[in-house]
């Protein structure tokens, strides 16, 4: 009785269509879709976008280039086109430590965009790599031609740097109760 259902299913699932459910989602292919999926530029409407687009910098690296080193001032912050980039630390003893590797769609350095304050740590491409830069001045040229533009955009950021600030509080406050945990 149960091999004969199975058969039935087996044919009637021979005459279905079937669709490749698990199909990669359509890479961005203008710089306005690249925006959109980052979290700094998700809440622009179509016009913002394109604003924002008009006044970009494209930059291309090759593999071993760095982007930018640790302490060098914050300028502003990139969005991976294509391509991988370390984040990583030098210790003052010299030794080098990776925080992150990044791929395609990811980005990194905003919160130079609120301040100039030097660089956490320095960013180098692993493989060649093509970046979208928005920078300070950017910001600024946007906030003085469309407030309400630039006001979002910087609402967007500092929302993600209290979202951040909040999550390394959590893990500090576990630490700290690991090392307490600890002590005799």
């Avoid at 031609?145 to 993600?160: F, R």
């Amino acid at each position: 009785m149960a091999i004969e259902r199975f058969r039935k299913i087996i044919q009637k699932s021979e005459s279905l269509e079937w669709k490749n459910v698990f199909k990669l989602k359509r890479k961005p292919t203008t710089i306005e879709e690249m925006l959109l999926k980052i979290p700094v530029f998700e809440n622009l409407k179509p016009r913002e976008l394109r604003q924002v687009s008009g006044i970009v910098h494209r930059r291309q690296y090759v593999a071993g280039e760095y982007v930018f080193f640790q302490n060098d001032p914050g300028l502003g912050m990139y969005v991976i086109e294509q391509g991988e980039v370390s984040v990583g630390l030098v210790g003052t003893d010299g030794s080098k430590k990776e925080l992150a590797l990044l791929k395609d769609g990811d980005f990194f350095g905003e919160l130079s965009l609120l301040d100039e304050s030097p660089r956490s740590a320095s960013v180098i491409a692993v493989t060649d790599a093509n970046l979208i830069g928005f920078f300070r001045p950017d910001l600024f040229e946007i906030m003085e031609k469309s407030p309400s533009t630039g006001l979002k955009i910087v609402l967007k950021v500092a929302e993600m740097i209290g979202e951040r600030l909040r999550n390394t509080n959590q893990e500090l406050a576990k630490v700290r109760a690991e090392l307490d945990a600890l002590k005799p």
